[in-house]
């Protein structure tokens, strides 16, 4: 397993879902998973899409600048950071933000996000 093809195929896959279906994004979290959103803490799959799903936009385009990843731990974890453009519909400026992933994996030989921080990047 190439930890950097398996973080690429995984960011590709999120973003694209986010921005096409964000219910679509519920199978990558777990019961146990948390999502860090500016600050804000919430905690479970269907909570954290209920978060997402609440966010103030409903269209938005990400275009990733950078990925970086990492192997974490004997269980076979990756972490994954992200930075990138977040285009909302309507607006003429991007944001720009970074995302952490703490993906593990799951016994069907797939990775679950465990944790996730997002923050936007004011300068």
């Known amino acids: 397993m190439d930890p950097d093809a398996v973080a690429t195929a995984f960011v590709e896959h999120y973003y694209s879902t986010f921005d096409a279906n964000r219910a ?43 990925v970086d990843c990492q192997p974490s731990g004997p269980a076979g974890g990756m972490l994954v950071f992200v930075s990138g453009n977040l285009k909302l519909a309507g607006e003429q400026h991007a944001l720009r933000f970074s995302q952490m992933f703490h993906l593990m994996p799951t016994p069907q030989g797939s990775f679950y996000v465990l944790n996730d921080i997002f923050r936007l990047n004011y300068a």
């Open 24 to 66: 679509g994004l519920a199978n990558l979290y777990q019961e146990g998973s948390m999502l860090t959103f500016e600050g804000q803490k919430t905690m479970g799959s269907q909570n954290i899409v209920a978060k997402l799903m609440g966010l103030p936009f409903q269209q938005c385009q990400h275009q990733i600048t950078t």
